[in-house]
């Protein structure tokens, strides 16, 4: 299986930051690239496609970048209701896998 | 707009076998476009993914469940299926179905059900 690792594992930081969280597969996954935020007690939600398609009805506010085995995800400006976990997740190869998560906490 | 919306027991005993159905509503269930996938979270950690099922039939399961894991369809009735058979307590999640586009990826999520394997 491809492993997806993750990283920051937890952050914290203002309203008004700029915020990345980086995904680094263990083998290249070409643009195979999702990411999804969920919420407690919620279900994921995508956000990211393809490595950098915005998905319809998400803030311009999150992009995403990088190809092959290093991807990001960045929070241009963070807002409270961003607070939440982050998964990226490759659909490259089965099976299918997600990394362990982000969680992002305003301070 | 497409809605799913698992539904089964919340307990199952071990050794039994886990039965999950997804409902879908509000969208074309034969478009070639569309995977349709299980995936879980166990409690307080990742996500898992367990399979997919194309409107063909053909399937893809997790080398780690396949032994144990059927999935289906039935397009007449918008549902698609998931058994898991000889459950441990290692396999209480929170079990999701979702759509996947063949582009898009997982673009549409039930809310989720929480199977706890337990006596």
């Known amino acids: 299986d491809i492993q997806m690792t993750q990283s920051p594992s937890t952050l914290s930081a203002s309203v008004g930051d700029r915020v990345t969280i980086t995904c680094r597969a263990s083998q290249t996954v070409s643009n195979w690239l999702a990411w999804f935020q969920q919420k407690p007690g919620k279900s994921p939600k995508l956000l990211i496609y393809?490595?950098?398609g915005l998905e319809s009805g998400v803030p311009s506010r999150f992009s995403g970048s990088g190809s092959g085995t290093d991807f990001t995800l960045t929070i241009s400006s963070l807002q409270p209701d961003d607070s939440a976990t982050y998964y990226c997740q490759q659909q490259s190869f089965y099976p299918w896998t997600f990394g362990q998560g982000t969680k992002v906490e305003i301070k | 707009q497409v809605q799913l919306q698992e539904s089964g027991p919340g307990l199952v005993k071990p050794s039994q076998t886990l039965s999950l159905a997804c409902t879908v509503s509000?969208?074309?269930?034969?478009?070639?476009?569309?995977?349709w996938t299980w995936i879980r979270q166990h409690p307080g950690k990742t996500l898992e993914w367990i399979g997919n099922i194309f409107y063909s039939g053909a399937t893809y399961r997790n080398p780690s469940l396949k032994s144990r894991l059927t999935i289906s369809l039935d397009a007449s009735k918008g549902q698609f299926f998931m058994k898991l058979s000889s459950v441990t307590a290692a396999d209480t999640a929170v079990y999701y179905c979702?759509?996947?586009?063949?582009?898009?990826?997982?673009?549409?999520w039930g809310q989720g059900t929480l199977v706890t394997v337990s006596s």
């Open positions: 509000g969208g074309s269930f034969s478009r070639g476009d569309y995977y």
């Open positions: 393809k490595a950098s």
């Open positions: 979702a759509r996947d586009h063949r582009v898009n990826g997982t673009t549409h």
